[in-house]
């Protein structure tokens, strides 16, 4: 209705203000809460919420309600369905239905990890770079440059092949090579907001730095911020996936998604279901985020307010 | 290309534009016709619906709307019965545009001489060579230079005028019949606001051009119309000549639109509209006007009025039109008992000099302001009135010399300053729009500047944020809202609101009404005069209409380049400007009446 009339929308506010005053105002606290339930009301965030949900599920609860332990030998190598293994065995004869519901967890807590480690740093990054507006400005995004300089699954292995292939390290390295790419982006948003006048209005009441960016100009950078936090999940899971895919995550026999498609890539003419669980479980993963965040940045920036 | 041919450029009939597929109407009921060389000033608010009328001429509705009856002509010709190749043909041909801001209108990657040659080649087949002798010949109408080396330039190497001029040729370029004017002087200078509404008159007389002037600006009409329509919430209310419309309004609205807008010929107060324009789809039933009129009887509250002649062509849409004539025009409390200006200084300004990067922008600026004064700083754009504003409030640091707040010499940025000033000198900005964070609720972000200067008694505040919010005549269920569910008036209350929640000693205003409309502006000056009279407070307003100086302040200091070329009290500078540049300044700005003959130029 907006794009219609003229200019300002007014909701009759002035009409209502006629009357006995209230006691106090009421000081609504938490503007979030009104962005993720109308992005609750969206069918796409609804969808993408469901997928998660059941492949978290099975992440998490799968090794609780496994039918066999994940190096139990159930058969001979790459039978098919029996009885005893529904998806069949795999390459060492070991049921591939118990090895995949133990082998999700692994990837989604590492890849939660580097995200929010590459997502803080790279937000803190940008927007300290926007606001500084000097030689800082400078030195930061310099440093991305030389990160930005290499692909990311290079640093990564560059490091796991050097100290060893210890979860920590891969964490640590996908996350510091996730901050620049987000660093990037929240900077660029940023730059128009660092420049508004309600910035302005913050500095010339005094207000500290560290509240003028995380408390002014971070809520205005939430939609950039939150497609990132999708887009970087997605990667994150996918290249946690290849790093135990390359044997430089988990090391066998522990069931691990990446790891499982690797095992039984050589027989997947034959049993096809060992490398096709862990395929589809980490490709709906990376939809579900993705319409998660999709349904979180349309409702923060209001493209569907008007039709709840 | 204008064909010879008798009876109105312009025919609109019952003209009705309803939001797509509802039955909700945006404008509804338009008549008007414009002859040749006759300049019709359509006059409105923002959401009045005057834009909407003045595309629909160029056969253009904005998205999500649409035509939904009344017929439009054009020299004769139907709108609705051509088909899309002849509405582009018409465009820019037989009808065209001259849009509010030629900075977007302007293709920035084009030469001038390029965008000019386009529009000459998209409506006449000839030569190249007619084309160039056109050029020149449209350059010089609006007295731009017609040379290579300015055709060769591009719409950033041209001032704010040149390039509103340009777009003015390029609406003449084809030799209209019909031109429509889209508030093409806001966010102009007076001076260039002047020199732009002399080329479009004298470029409409001498070529028999029928122009629909559509504009806010009351006083840019008065110069410049021979006719007015006046427009509220997408009806026509009253149209009628200059004079009537002016010295006889016959409609309650236009009576309080007029005395809504300053003037720098009458020292009067200014009154607001209590209330606000209704939108489509929330109009009230009967007359739209009857919840803010005075004059609204209970006949009002059921049809809208019709169409009631008053005099030789001047029509009105009111039941109590005899009522409405025989009243006395409404005044305001307003300013009429000022309290005089104390002698103590609260701030004063010695020697600045400031500099962008390696340019200087202020030069040697001396101003006081004292306890309960109300300092004005006029100038046009690029005075340097904003950077010393800034200074002062410690926004900008790049400045030598001295500004003493009390007895306290001020460092030059805000962060090296104490807490006391920093909350002693308060700064609203000019665009409401973008001083309040959208993602805080008004009451988060008056809340915030209380905890900041008094420290955070979290159970009170929320009582407290509904006495800041009082006092600028807001309710405390604002404080839920976010700034975009509020209109440009109220956010600009809500940050006035955030200042005197620090209980400063100072304000600074920086054009804090030039984003919003008349009525709005005058409501905001109201409150403003009010809030003095209460609280004792100093102001320092910053502006560029001088207009408005008349209605709000004690003493004036006017800008020009960086100087403060002359300072002294209003009535001084009104009866006596010493300046040159005050002169100037003072005959370019326009004025109703100065123009009506109620009262001679000042000067």
């Known amino acids: 209705?907006?794009?219609?009339?003229?200019?300002?929308?007014?909701?009759?506010?002035?009409?209502?203000?006629?009357?006995?005053?209230?006691?106090?105002?009421?000081?609504?606290?938490?503007?979030?809460?009104?962005?993720?339930?109308?992005?609750?009301?969206?069918?796409?965030?609804?969808?993408?919420?469901?997928?998660?949900?059941?492949?978290?599920?099975?992440?998490?609860?799968?090794?609780?309600?496994?039918?066999?332990?994940?190096?139990?030998?159930?058969?001979?190598?790459?039978?098919?369905?029996?009885?005893?293994?529904?998806?069949?065995?795999?390459?060492?004869?070991?049921?591939?239905?118990?090895?995949?519901?133990?082998?999700?967890?692994?990837?989604?807590?590492?890849?939660?990890?580097?995200?929010?480690?590459?997502?803080?740093?790279?937000?803190?990054?940008?927007?300290v770079a926007a606001y500084s507006r000097n030689w800082l400005d400078d030195v930061l995004m310099?440093?991305?440059?030389?990160?930005?300089?290499?692909?990311?699954?290079?640093?990564?292995?560059?490091?796991?092949?050097?100290?060893?292939?210890?979860?920590?390290?891969?964490?640590?390295?996908?996350?510091?090579?996730?901050?620049?790419?987000?660093?990037?982006?929240?900077?660029?948003?940023?730059?128009?907001?660092?420049?508004?006048?309600?910035?302005?209005?913050?500095?010339?009441?005094?207000?500290?730095?560290?509240?003028?960016?995380?408390?002014?100009?971070?809520?205005?950078?939430?939609?950039?911020?939150?497609?990132?936090?999708?887009?970087?999940?997605?990667?994150?899971?996918?290249?946690?996936?290849?790093?135990?895919?390359?044997?430089?995550g988990l090391q066998p026999p522990t069931a691990d998604w990446g790891l499982m498609i690797n095992e039984n890539r050589l027989s997947i003419t034959v049993q096809p279901w060992a490398v096709l669980l862990p395929i589809l479980a980490i490709g709906l993963l990376t939809v579900g985020t993705n319409l998660v965040t999709d349904g979180i940045a349309r409702a923060a920036i209001g493209i569907d307010r008007g039709k709840s | 290309?204008?064909?010879?041919?008798?009876?109105?450029?312009?025919?609109?009939?019952?003209?009705?534009?309803?939001?797509?597929?509802?039955?909700?109407?945006?404008?509804?009921?338009?008549?008007?016709?414009?002859?040749?060389?006759?300049?019709?000033?359509?006059?409105?608010?923002?959401?009045?619906?005057?834009?909407?009328?003045?595309?629909?001429?160029?056969?253009?509705?904005?998205?999500?709307?649409?035509?939904?009856?009344?017929?439009?002509?054009?020299?004769?010709?139907?709108?609705?019965?051509?088909?899309?190749?002849?509405?582009?043909?018409?465009?820019?041909?037989?009808?065209?545009?001259?849009?509010?801001?030629?900075?977007?209108?302007?293709?920035?990657?084009?030469?001038?001489?390029?965008?000019?040659?386009?529009?000459?080649?998209?409506?006449?087949?000839?030569?190249?060579?007619?084309?160039?002798?056109?050029?020149?010949?449209?350059?010089?109408?609006?007295?731009?230079?017609?040379?290579?080396?300015?055709?060769?330039?591009?719409?950033?190497?041209?001032?704010?005028?040149?390039?509103?001029?340009?777009?003015?040729?390029?609406?003449?370029?084809?030799?209209?019949?019909?031109?429509?004017?889209?508030?093409?002087?806001?966010?102009?200078?007076?001076?260039?606001?002047?020199?732009?509404?002399?080329?479009?008159?004298?470029?409409?007389?001498?070529?028999?051009?029928?122009?629909?002037?559509?504009?806010?600006?009351?006083?840019?009409?008065?110069?410049?119309?021979?006719?007015?329509?006046?427009?509220?919430?997408?009806?026509?209310?009253?149209?009628?000549?200059?004079?009537?419309?002016?010295?006889?309004?016959?409609?309650?609205?236009?009576?309080?639109?007029?005395?809504?807008?300053?003037?720098i010929a009458g020292k009067r107060t200014v009154v607001g509209i209590p209330g606000h324009a209704a939108l489509p789809g929330r109009r009230p039933p009967g007359c739209f006007f009857h919840p803010r009129c005075d004059f609204a009887r209970d006949d009002c509250r059921g049809a809208f009025p019709p169409v009631s002649e008053h005099g030789p062509a001047h029509e009105v849409r009111c039941y109590h039109v005899d009522a409405v004539v025989r009243a006395p025009t409404p005044e305001g409390a307003g300013q009429a008992s000022r309290r005089a200006a104390g002698t103590d200084t609260v701030l004063s300004v010695r020697g600045v000099n400031a500099h962008y990067g390696a340019r200087p922008t202020l030069f040697d600026i001396e101003v006081d302001v004292h306890h309960d004064e109300c300092v004005a700083l006029v100038g046009e754009s690029g005075s340097g009135k904003t950077t010393l504003a800034r200074c002062v409030s410690g926004l900008h640091k790049d400045w030598t010399g001295e500004i003493r707040l009390g007895d306290a010499s001020l460092p030059t940025a805000a962060r090296a300053r104490s807490t006391e000033a920093r909350r002693d000198i308060q700064y609203v900005f000019q665009n409401p729009y973008a001083s309040l964070n959208p993602r805080r609720t008004i009451g988060q972000t008056i809340a915030r500047q209380l905890e900041l200067f008094f420290g955070g008694e979290r159970r009170d505040a929320g009582q407290r944020v509904a006495e800041c919010l009082e006092r600028v005549a807001l309710s405390a269920d604002a404080a839920n809202r976010f700034p975009d569910q509020l209109s440009g008036g109220e956010r600009q209350r809500v940050a006035i609101a955030r200042a005197l929640a620090a209980e400063p000693k100072l304000l600074v205003c920086d054009e804090v009404t030039s984003a919003l409309d008349v009525s709005v502006q005058a409501a905001i000056i109201e409150l403003l005069g009010r809030l003095r009279q209460e609280m004792g407070l100093s102001l320092l307003f910053i502006t560029h209409d001088l207009a408005l100086i008349r209605t709000i302040a004690d003493t004036v200091a006017v800008m020009n380049e960086g100087r403060i070329v002359e300072h002294g009290s209003v009535e001084q500078i009104f009866t006596a400007p010493s300046a040159e540049y005050t002169r100037k300044l003072l005959a370019n700005t326009p004025s109703i009446e100065v123009v009506l003959g109620h009262a001679t130029a000042p000067s």
């Not at chain 1, 969206?42 to 099975?58: K, Q």
């Not at chain 2, 004298?202 to 559509?214: I, P, Q, T």
Request: proline residues 5%.
């Open chain 1, 1 to 127: 209705m907006t794009e219609t009339v003229d200019t300002a929308v007014d909701l009759g506010l002035e009409g209502a203000l006629e009357g006995p005053l209230p006691e106090a105002a009421v000081l609504q606290r938490r503007p979030w809460l009104g962005i993720l339930r109308n992005a609750l009301r969206l069918t796409r965030t609804r969808i993408g919420l469901a997928i998660v949900a059941v492949i978290v599920a099975i992440a998490v609860f799968g090794p609780l309600v496994a039918p066999h332990s994940p190096t139990e030998f159930v058969g001979i190598p790459n039978s098919g369905s029996s009885s005893k293994a529904i998806f069949g065995a795999d390459a060492l004869g070991r049921d591939v239905w118990s090895r995949f519901l133990h082998g999700g967890l692994t990837v989604l807590w590492l890849s939660v990890a580097a995200t929010a480690l590459g997502v803080v740093v790279g937000v803190c990054i940008g927007l």
């Open chain 2, 1 to 263: 290309m204008t064909a010879v041919q008798t009876g109105p450029s312009v025919e609109v009939s019952d003209l009705r534009i309803a939001l797509t597929g509802t039955d909700v109407d945006i404008v509804d009921e338009i008549v008007i016709d414009i002859q040749p060389g006759e300049v019709l000033g359509l006059v409105g608010e923002s959401g009045s619906g005057k834009t909407t009328v003045g595309m629909a001429l160029l056969g253009h509705v904005r998205r999500g709307g649409r035509v939904s009856g009344g017929v439009i002509r054009i020299g004769g010709r139907e709108l609705a019965s051509l088909r899309e190749a002849d509405l582009r043909r018409l465009r820019g041909g037989t009808v065209s545009y001259i849009p509010q801001d030629p900075g977007t209108a302007l293709n920035p990657a084009l030469r001038i001489g390029r965008q000019l040659f386009e529009i000459l080649e998209a409506h006449a087949g000839s030569s190249g060579q007619e084309h160039g002798e056109r050029v020149r010949e449209a350059l010089e109408e609006v007295a731009l230079p017609s040379d290579e080396t300015f055709l060769d330039r591009y719409p950033h190497q041209l001032s704010g005028g040149q390039q509103q001029r340009v777009a003015i040729a390029m609406a003449f370029a084809n030799r209209p019949a019909v031109i429509v004017c889209d508030e093409p002087t806001t966010g102009l200078d007076v001076t260039t606001q002047a020199r732009v509404l002399e080329t479009v008159r004298e470029l409409c007389r001498s070529h028999r051009v029928a122009a629909l002037y559509v504009t806010h600006d009351l006083a840019v009409v008065a110069e410049l119309a021979d006719r007015v329509a006046v427009m509220y919430a997408g009806r026509i209310v009253e149209s009628g000549p200059r004079e009537k419309i002016f010295t006889a309004p016959a409609h309650p609205y236009t009576r309080r639109l007029l005395r809504a807008v300053p003037d």
């Open chain 1, 142 to 248: 310099r440093g991305n440059d030389v990160i930005l300089a290499f692909p990311q699954i290079v640093l990564v292995l560059l490091a796991v092949s050097a100290l060893g292939p210890k979860l920590w390290l891969i964490v640590l390295m996908v996350g510091i090579t996730h901050a620049p790419r987000v660093a990037r982006v929240m900077r660029g948003a940023a730059q128009e907001v660092v420049e508004r006048d309600f910035v302005k209005a913050a500095e010339a009441v005094g207000e500290k730095r560290g509240r003028i960016v995380f408390g002014e100009v971070l809520p205005n950078v939430t939609t950039p911020l939150l497609v990132e936090l999708g887009l970087r999940m997605t990667y994150s899971i996918g290249l946690v996936a290849a790093i135990s895919f390359l044997g430089f």
